[in-house]
């Protein structure tokens, strides 16, 4: 194809119409000449030509500017109309269900524990304490403990001692109301080991159990929006020995308050005792006891101050004093800004004396002993305490007191290895200093320390005989990684004197000192073992005089709670 010149076409759509019909015939008019001639192409020359130059005008440009447009500022005042819309919908009753929180699941109780061991000194030990599984209302169980060594400090079995305790109880906890309840019996046996070395006793004559029935109940107020609160109850035991002696004891105890006003409030306590005693050469005689202590409490600027005084009957006097006796009742303290307590104050009363309490004090009394009250005509006390930090806290104080009627014991000149009580019917002075210190950390660590100093001055009495004048004691509880427990004791007492009989010579009794150890190992929550040793350092110190104690002693034993 030959082009002399190439002109850029520009083809309408009714060009580009004939051409394509011009193109198509030709096509057609090829393929009949391609049939004709068996498929030959021939030559064929094409010759476009366009010569034809489109000329356009030149456009006028118009640079006149627009008019700006005039706006009329519309002042006018709008209105604006708030139509109550009333419609009627129903209520909605939305149940919405709240998302509780899964509570964590409470720790087992093992409120039952089986304890028992075996010491030298041909010791068993058994205490068992069983009681109900958690409970909103009620909660019952027993007690179990029994400890008996066949062999003593001296004589072998003719020194041997035990214990036997059972107590049932049971309480009840109602809305406003709480009641308790319990029955029990204690056995204590002892042998009368104080005589001569050599000298010939038969077994049989030297044991003396003690045998208590006792039972109980209380009520007391839980409503702590109720202005009066109380505690009311019962006791009554029924003391037996091995010889002739008998006791019974009947106790009603009433303990008070009512609030008057935000500070103050009214107290009052009442206790009323029925004492019997019957011995071999004792006849029955009931001894009465009713004590009434009322007294305000009210708060004032720091200040705390109970006042009010004591009334007390009672039938058993040994002097000419008046069956009926009052006594002043008052206690001032106050705090410091420092946190620290001063307190202050005077009292009296008429301290009840039973063969129960003579014989927890020294169970070698003799028989056809009688228990007569002493008279506290007055005491002065004041002191200190408060915390030193969060983990610290002390206390100390002193106090002034007389005494009529106090008791002591004295080796029975007819046979010493029996005691025999006296009481000074004059008035004894006595004298209490006394400080402590505690530590806590956490449960952890526990310590406490005491030391008490006793000064006696005596009327009728030549001496305080079997009183000591002072007593240093310390305690302390430690707990390793939740697995071991250790607890330490340790204790000095002095200043005994007792009257030898025979050489009729003041004895002054060596200071006791004695440490106790114990040791406890949990293998699970369920099983532990121990190991307690008492009187470490073997002293067979005197409390009573001619009855030394135990020396060394060790037990070993389990405790499984179920």
Known sequence: ????????????????????????????????EWEKNDGEIEDVEIEIVKDREITLPKANRNFEKIPP???????????????????????LNI???PLRIKGEPLSKLYGNYVKAGFGNYTTPYLEGYFTSKRNETQLYGAHLNFINSKNGPVHSDNSGSGALDLEIFGKYFGKKTTASGEVGFNRESYHFYGYDEGQLIGADSLKQNFNDVFVKGYLENTDKGSKLQYLTGFRFDYLKDNYEAVESELQLDFKGNYELGEQSKFNLDLDYDLISQKDELIEVK???????????????????????????????????SDELHFYPMARAQYTLPSGFRVYAGIRGDVEKLTLRKLVGENPFINANTRAFNSYKTFEFFGGIDGNLSSKLGFGAGVSIANYQNMYFFVNDPADQ???????????????????????NRNDELRFVMRGDYWGYSTDKSAEAWHRPNYKVSAISTYKLFDKLRFEAEVFTLGGIQAFDATSVETVKLKAAFDLNFTTEYLFSQQFSA??????????????????????FQFMIGATYSF
């Open 1 to 32: 194809m030959n082009i002399d010149k190439l002109y850029r076409l520009k083809i309408t759509k009714s060009q580009f119409l004939t051409l394509f019909f011009i193109l198509s015939s030709m096509t057609v008019f090829a393929q009949e």
């Open 69 to 91: 447009t005039s706006l009329t500022k519309n002042t006018g005042q709008f209105e604006y109309f708030f139509s109550n819309l009333n419609l009627p919908l129903p209520a």
């Open 95 to 97: 149940r919405v269900r």
């Open 286 to 320: 009931s001894r009465n006891i009713f004590r009434a202590t009322p007294t305000v409490t009210f708060e004032y600027e720091g200040f705390l101050i109970n006042a009010g005084f004591n009334a007390v009957y009672e039938n058993d006097t040994l002097s000419d």
């Open 417 to 439: 290895s029996k005691f025999i009580v006296i009481y000074d019917t004059g008035n004894t002075a006595l004298v209490n200093i006394f400080g402590e210190l505690s530590y």
């Open 530 to 551: 121990f190991v307690r040793l008492n009187n470490i350092f073997a002293k067979e110190y005197e409390l009573l005089y001619r009855y030394p104690t135990r020396s």
